[in-house]
């Protein structure tokens, strides 16, 4: 081991047993499959919570649900009140168990990716995306089929990481260190997080047992991460997507909740310095209405009104 990664491993492993980075609901989640349902359906309330506070309307609406994965969030969406969910994934195995799983007539599932959603123009209201942006590595063009595929006045709700979040996103159940993605190079970290996944003090998840209960011995073989898995975007670059597309955005920031962590609050508002202290991002993007066909529209519902 070189003297990088033996730093980080020591410090990995004096954090692990805390992990701040992940947090202990999400521990307990992927502890099996039935506290994994549960977790889901918390995600679910927290992307309403997040439609409400936002106003973003998902209920009486035709949703779709970009990068669904195994539709139990779409299905969540049904349940919350949406007249029917869309879902689609670039993940052909993912959407085949959602369309096991979900039968109603309202859901529908398919394999597709976002940059290329087999929807008719202006056929859907409202767009959720939750911790899917963060993995697409075409952020401009899924922007765009998004534009094409919403009505106008409809919304889209997404919900991601910056990349210099303190903990490197999806990788913080073997990176337990804050910032160990910014302060050393890619290579270090990666082969750390696989020493530290294959020590005997790390304990595994559902997500790493084969079916035979053995820990799979194909993760974190890398030593880069594939940019089709990450795109490493930070919040500054998440907004010259948005600047640059044809949508209204607007960028809300969250702050870490716990009281450790209240001093970090004004950061959110320091260029640069925001991009290592928030917490979650949440970016409403909205495709005006075109004034001309509102015009036409009006006109429509006065002369009607007027029959
Ligand atoms: C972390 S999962 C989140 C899934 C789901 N939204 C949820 O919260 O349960 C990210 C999902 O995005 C999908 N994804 C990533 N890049 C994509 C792309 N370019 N087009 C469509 N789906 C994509 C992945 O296949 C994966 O299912």
Redesign the pocket.
Known sequence: MKISESILYFLAKQLYTRNPGQSEEMTEALSDSEAYAEY?QQ?VDKVMRAARQYDVPVTGRRVL??????G??SAGYLKAGAESVVG????VD?IRVAQERHTSDRLTFHP????QIPLPEDSVDTIL????FE????PHE?LEEAYRVLRPGGKMLIGTWGWYHPFAP?LWSTMPVPWAHVVFSEKTMLRVCRSVYHSDWYVPNMHDLDEDGNRKSDKYTEEAIDPDYLNKLLISDFENVFRQSAFDARVHQQRFSSKYAAWTAPLLKVPFVREFFTAYLWIVLEKKTDLASQNAQDRTSELAASI
């Open positions: 889901r995600c649900d970009l990068g669904c994965y195994d139990a969030l689609v994934d670039i993940d993912a597709s990716e976002a940059t995306c939750y911790d899917v993995h697409v590595a075409r899924m999806h």
